[in-house]
T-cell receptor
Framework: KAGVTQTPRYLIKTRGQQVTLSCSPI?????VSWYQQTPGQGLQFLFE???????NKGNFPGRFSGRQFSNSRSEMNVSTLELGDSALYLC????????????FGPGTRLLVL | AQTVTQSQPEMSVQEAETVTLSCTYD???????LFWYKQPPSRQMILVIR??????QNATENRFSVNFQKAAKSFSLKISDSQLGDAAMYFC????????????FGKGTLLTVNP
């Protein structure tokens, strides 16, 4: 099976812009979670989608949003970018029978200038 | 709430030797899962090993094994016959499942393997 894929892999934006990141889960996986990784804060949970519904949300401002499509692909959107949004954004997917076990994609590196 | 503590920011090991990475955690749930992930310089997060808290038997995956002490809330990773390719950042994580399937990670341990 192909692994989790994320596009784009690298992104440079300026403050105030918005960005959309995409994640395609492993075939058959219906849960997609998003994490932000920064040197200062480490790995932090953003949100989880399961069967097109947001099931959990981390402690991030409303500028961070996401959605999931019927084919389980997910997108994450960040509006009004701030310098502090520069990070590695990781997407992970899990199967219906083992929702707790998450497999990660290669990540999208976002740099906000 | 879940917390994970990795007290060793950095560790080093000689090739072919054994190294143990420490992790302690806290969760109010009685049913949960513990994981070790490896993140090499490519930044790809790779699942190394998984432990179900209700199972007393320690998980093993080839050269990787864990020492799970539920009462002490301790979950250490042992890497045997260390290889150069094992060099990476290692993260311990807990997932309590239930209605909240989020992973909570420790700060990580950077493992260096010396030839």
């Amino acid at each position: 099976k192909a692994g989790v894929t994320q596009t784009p892999r690298y992104l440079i934006k300026t403050r105030g812009q918005q960005v959309t990141l995409s994640c395609s889960p492993i075939s058959g996986h219906r849960s997609v979670s998003w994490y932000q990784q920064t040197p200062g804060q480490g790995l932090q949970f953003l949100f989880e989608y399961f069967s097109e519904t947001q099931r959990n949300k981390g402690n991030f401002p409303g500028r961070f949003s996401g959605r999931q499509f019927s084919n389980s692909r997910s997108e994450m959107n960040v509006s009004t970018l701030e310098l502090g949004d520069s990070a590695l954004y990781l997407c992970a997917s899990s199967s219906p029978g083992q929702r707790e076990t998450q497999y990660f994609g290669p990540g999208t590196r976002l740099l906000v200038l | 709430a879940q917390t994970v503590t990795q007290s060793q920011p950095e560790m080093s090991v000689q090739e072919a030797e054994t190294v143990t990475l420490s992790c302690t955690y806290d969760t109010s749930e009685s049913d949960y899962y513990l994981f070790w992930y490896k993140q090499p310089p490519s930044r790809q997060m790779i699942l190394v090993i998984r432990q179900e808290a209700y199972k007393q038997q320690n998980a093993t995956e080839n050269r990787f094994s864990v020492n799970f002490q539920k009462a002490a809330k301790s979950f250490s990773l042992k890497i045997s016959d260390s290889q150069l390719g094992d060099a990476a950042m290692y993260f311990c994580a807990v997932n309590s499942g239930g209605s909240n399937y989020k992973l909570t990670f420790g700060k990580g341990t950077l493992l260096t393997v010396n030839p």
